[in-house]
């Protein structure tokens, strides 16, 4: 069984950061992607970022040059840091792992339960 929880989210006025983290936990014998989706109300999920086990990284148009994801293999954690933050940041933001539990087993898809994120003055 394998869990994701993230953590970092909040308030925050506008023009400034929050760092979200998300750790993988339970059987897991490799991750290949981690990343970050975001869904605001009324809206559909989008990708913000993601980051493979080798470091390549893919960013939304929107949040190029204000966020930045890494990732810590040895934790499985991956960590989201935003900033110059704009209310149309404000979405519920969650984590996301493409990861085997075994070796022979195929990539499965996991999702965290989200975090708030409310950018506002």
């Known amino acids: 069984q394998v869990q994701l929880v993230e953590s970092g989210g909040g308030l925050v006025q506008p023009g400034g950061s929050l760092r979200l983290s998300c750790a993988a936990s339970g059987s897991i014998f490799s991750i290949y992607a981690m990343g970050w989706y975001r869904q605001a109300p009324g809206k559909q999920r989008e990708l913000v970022a993601t980051v493979t086990e080798n470091g390549s990284t893919v960013y939304a148009d929107s949040v190029k040059g204000r966020f930045t994801i890494s990732r810590d293999n040895a934790k499985n954690t991956v960590y989201l840091q935003m900033n110059s933050l704009k209310p149309e940041d404000t979405a519920v933001y969650y984590c996301?792992?493409?990861?085997?539990?075994?070796?022979?087993?195929?990539?499965?898809?996991?999702w965290g339960q989200g975090t708030q994120v409310t950018v506002s003055s």
């Open positions: 996301d792992a493409d990861l085997r539990t075994t070796v022979q087993a195929m990539l499965e898809h996991y």
